[in-house]
């Protein structure tokens, strides 16, 4: 796991080998261990470099092992015993030097890295904070407004900006290790002990109380209830106000809180489900890395609204050429203006330049006919996407993909109009698609697993987590919403107000409570679909709108708010009011008050207290309870894609985890107690009844998440 070799007769070079990221595994840490003792005894040798195998120098701890009791060396000592050696150590760094990686490079007395490294302190993502000195050494060598950024935010620095903030050394576009080995060499008589960060004492600001107290506040605001960041900021106090022995203790102290808790937990569960996501597996065997995706050189999008430039915006900035394609001359100048602006922004925030040669702006679908793919992102209208779909089935080349951005139309629908429908798949972005992470990409029974392959692989080209699901009316985040979100409604009518209900989810973590979300997606779309779907429409007596429909419960009061003209923040007012129409700033609106009172006294409801437990436990269990569902019906292949969809496209709090997750840390047993009760509450609410699979779950003695696949395998995939 660490190997030993002796270069230019004097200089020991240790590789660490532990693919694909060089992780500080006990085993790892053990060979480091080992071969430190080699290279400080060898009388031969007068210098060490220490590198990474595969053109990585270290991503840190091994994740996968906080899972399980602690072995082999730790961490700490090991690094402190590096640097009090009384030979030259040089990192030479390749690819990352994350988290442990990076304090592994803070212990060796010099730092040389690659141009095309990054190194950084991610722990925080973890829930976690750098806990093997980091928090001590780095403010000693970049000071502290420095090292609060880069420790609170977890950010990735690229080597020239290590190189500014003296992280490194000196940075090299040659052989890194060939480059470290020379160095070492040339440090061999120099003194160490300005090289020992943890014997310097901390450049330390003037206003360091104002300083901290500022960034503590900051972090309050974003962070949403993350423990982490505000550890950091205190572990980073303790290395300005301590000598290095007090300031370690105190990072292990804060350390050994976090580490515990069910925010690292769920953190850590969220890098893993990320990375699984991408892993899909059809019914018929074939997954993701045996399938080959086409290569993609060229696209059209169709549709120059909010969701098609966000779109050809999201394709051109990663090299695609783009077809832009609109029904009339106005809106595809008003498109073409909004895209180029765009795209200019985005490339000046990303410091390149903007790829406007990469576009081109029609009105005709006949220029289509050489694309490899599109992306039709008209008006939500199956009647309207239909008639695109047969047109561009008579017009593209026979292996030209055509993909959906539908929110929640059937995929197989429009697979059924065309003469390819193996070819036919959703990509279903999220708005604003340049900005939003998250691409569910949406697979008929009917796409093959070529189709599925290149629309994951063109995902993550732009740039998105995309996570494969299945074919069903919403799919899996829209589909989970409605149940989330009738609840929501529901405790309106018994006495709740909006605002309530936003604070409690939004201290919860979440980035907008339901209505403030609402607001900002536009009331009428869903009022739209209410009518399409016979909910809501002309024969509905609007002085006494029933309160069951389709023989179950119904809340009419979404469908009041917008027969007032009230659809959210486009038109000033919603749920909310604004200062103007587009405004952002929501406040109570005391019409909207009235009109849940009014509402109240004419139904004979009589409002009750709601306790914050309550709107948790049924807004966030009758979500849950629905991806259980979607999991028994084979729409989402793990619970981890349920997580990673809600985190990514619905502002779910990371520390939470997701849905699925947050049940399971809620515990199973619970949430099926809960969903009875209020199911028994409210039978005429069936998103409230436990699903057969909590159920099982729960039968089978709750097992972890990562086992629920087990007791789901049986099932039917519609992947
Ligand atoms: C006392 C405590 C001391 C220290 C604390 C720490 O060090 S905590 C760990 C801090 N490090 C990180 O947070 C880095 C995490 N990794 C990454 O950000 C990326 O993986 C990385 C290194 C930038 C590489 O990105 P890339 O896109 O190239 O690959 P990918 O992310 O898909 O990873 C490849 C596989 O490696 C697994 N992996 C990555 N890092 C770790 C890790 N630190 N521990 C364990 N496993 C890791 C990742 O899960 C992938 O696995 P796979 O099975 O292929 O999905």
Redesign the pocket.
């Known amino acids: 796991m660490a190997r030993y070799e002796l270069v230019k007769r004097s200089v020991a070079l240790i590789t660490l080998t532990n693919p ?2 060089n ?2 595994s006990s085993a790892v840490r053990h060979g480091i261990a080992k071969t430190m003792d080699r290279a400080l005894s060898d009388p031969k040798v007068t210098a060490v470099v220490i590198c990474g195998e595969n053109g990585r120098f270290c ?6 092992e906080f899972a399980g009791p602690m072995r082999g060396p730790p ?2 000592p090991l690094l402190d015993s590096i640097e009090a050696g009384e030979k030259p150590v040089v990192a030479a760094i390749e690819g ?1 030097a ?4 990076l ?1 592994l490079a803070l212990v060796c007395h010099y730092r040389i890295a690659h141009s095309k490294a990054r190194l950084g302190l ?2 925080v ?2 829930g ?1 904070l ?3 000195g980091g928090t001590q050494r780095l403010p000693r060598l970049i000071g502290i407004p420095a090292a609060l950024e880069l420790i609170t935010t977890g950010r990735h620095v690229s080597s020239q900006e290590a190189l500014k903030l003296g992280i490194v050394d000196q940075v090299t576009e040659q052989n890194v290790c060939e480059v470290a080995v020379e160095f070492a060499l040339r440090a061999v008589a120099k003194p160490l002990s300005s090289r020992r960060l943890s014997a310097l004492t901390v450049p330390c600001p003037p206003d360091l109380d104002a300083l901290l107290e500022a960034v503590t506040m900051q972090i309050q605001k974003k962070a949403r209830g993350m423990m982490a960041p505000l550890a950091c900021v205190q572990a980073v106090r303790a290395a300005a106000t301590m000598p290095y022995s007090q300031g370690i203790k105190r990072e292990s102290e804060l ?1 050994a809180t976090l580490f515990n808790s069910g925010q690292a937990r769920a953190l850590q569960y969220c ?2 489900a990320e ?2 996501a991408g892993k899909w597996t059809l019914p018929s065997g074939a997954q993701w890395n045996d399938t080959k995706p086409r290569e993609i050189r060229s696209a059209a999008v169709i549709g120059l609204g909010t969701m098609g430039r966000g779109i050809a915006v999201s394709l051109a900035r990663v090299g695609i050429s783009v077809i832009a394609v609109e029904s009339d001359k106005k809106l595809m100048e008003t498109g073409r203006q909004m895209v180029i602006g765009m795209l200019e922004r985005d490339a000046k925030r990303r410091g390149v330049s903007a790829s406007l040669n990469l576009l081109k702006f029609t009105l005709s679908l006949q220029d289509l006919k050489d694309v490899d793919l599109v992306i039709e992102a008209v008006f939500e209208d199956m009647a309207l996407k239909k008639r695109v779909f047969q047109e561009l089935s008579k017009l593209c080349r026979p292996t030209t993909l055509l993909c959906s951005n539908t929110s929640g139309l059937d995929v197989d629908a429009l697979a059924g109009v065309t003469d390819r429908p193996q070819l036919v798949i959703g990509m279903h972005f999220f708005s604003p698609a340049h900005v939003m992470k998250l691409l569910e990409v949406v697979c008929g029974p009917r796409s093959s697993s070529e189709t599925i392959a290149t629309a994951m692989s063109l995902g993550k080209r732009m740039e998105k987590v995309s996570v494969a699901v299945g074919n069903c009316p919403g799919f899996v985040g829209n589909r989970m919403l409605k149940p989330y979100s009738d609840q929501a409604t529901f405790l309106l009518e018994e006495g709740a107000t909006p605002e309530q209900i936003d604070k409690v989810l939004e201290d919860f973590g979440f980035a907008m409570g339901v209505f403030r979300m609402s607001d900002l997606a536009g009331l009428d779309v869903g009022w739209r679909v209410r009518k399409e779907s016979g909910l809501t429409g002309p024969d509905v007596d609007p002085k006494n709108p029933p309160r069951r429909r389709q023989g179950r419960k119904y809340c009419p009061i979404p469908d009041m708010v917008c027969e007032q003209g009230r659809f959210g923040q486009k038109t000033g007012r919603g749920w909310y009011m604004y200062d103007k129409p587009g405004g952002t700033n929501a406040k109570p609106d005391p019409l909207i008050q009235n009109l849940l009172e009014t509402y109240r006294s004419r139904y004979g409801i009589k409002p009750r207290n709601i306790t914050d437990q309550e709107i948790i436990d049924r807004c966030l269990f009758a979500l849950a309870n629905e991806g259980f569902r979607i999991l028994e019906d084979g729409i989402a292949a793990r619970p981890e894609d349920i997580d990673v969809i809600y985190q990514f496209g619905y502002g779910f709090p990371r520390h939470r985890g997701g849905p699925m997750f947050y049940a399971s840390m809620v515990g199973l047993e619970r949430v099926l107690e809960r969903l009875e009760h209020y199911h028994q509450a409210h039978p005429d609410v069936p998103h409230l009844e436990p699903s057969p699979l909590l159920k099982k779950l729960v039968a089978c003695g709750s097992p972890p998440i990562q086992k629920w696949r087990e007791h789901i395998k049986t099932m039917h995939s519609h992947l």
């Open positions: 694909p990221v992780s500080l991503g840190g701890a091994d994740i996968r961490l700490l990352v994350l988290g442990g990686g304090e991610p722990e993502t973890l976690l750098p806990a093997a350390m890098f893993f990375r699984t």
